[in-house]
């Protein structure tokens, strides 16, 4: 919604569009980080607000979980982060997009893309 919106967020994240947080498959998200990706942000609806009933509460499950993988593999959890934010809140989207890009950016480079 921020994108539709006009509301400006980070020239570095790219979105990838699902239609439930609970579709993000942990596979594609260890992907990402083996392709070098300093970051990935899932962000879904509230809980209790959820379209597809549970989707998000799963996808708490499957965070919680793919943090404590990601520090097995020597990737600090931080860089995963999970977000309640409705698609209507696109002010929102773009705040805590940009707090995440800066506190990534403090981080510096992933090691799994080097």
Same mark, same amino acid.
């Given at each position: 919604?921020?994108?539709?919106?006009?509301?400006?967020?980070?020239?570095?994240?790219?979105?990838?569009?699902?239609?439930?947080?609970? &579709?993000?498959?942990? =596979?594609? %998200?260890?992907?990402?980080?083996? /392709?070098?990706?300093?970051? *990935?942000?899932?962000?879904?609806?509230?809980?209790?607000?959820?379209?597809?009933?549970?989707?998000?509460?799963?996808?708490?499950?499957?965070?919680?979980?793919?943090?404590?993988?990601?520090?097995?593999?020597?990737?600090?959890?931080? &860089?995963?982060?999970? =977000?309640? %934010?409705?698609?209507?809140?696109? /002010?929102?989207?773009?705040? *805590?997009?940009?707090?995440?890009?800066?506190?990534?950016?403090?981080?510096?480079?992933?090691?799994?893309?080097?």
């Amino acid at each position: 919604m921020a994108g539709t919106s006009r509301i400006k967020y980070p020239a570095n994240v790219v979105p990838i569009r699902v239609m439930c947080s609970g &579709r993000v498959d942990p =596979e594609f %998200v260890l992907d990402a980080f083996e /392709k070098g990706a300093d970051g *990935v942000f899932i962000g879904g609806c509230h809980p209790g607000d959820c379209h597809y009933v549970s989707g998000n509460y799963r996808t708490r499950k499957r965070v919680i979980m793919m943090k404590k993988l990601l520090q097995e593999m020597g990737i600090n959890p931080v &860089r995963l982060r999970l =977000e309640w %934010v409705s698609a209507t809140e696109g /002010k929102k989207f773009a705040t *805590v997009i940009e707090e995440f890009v800066n506190e990534i950016k403090e981080l510096g480079p992933s090691p799994e893309g080097e």
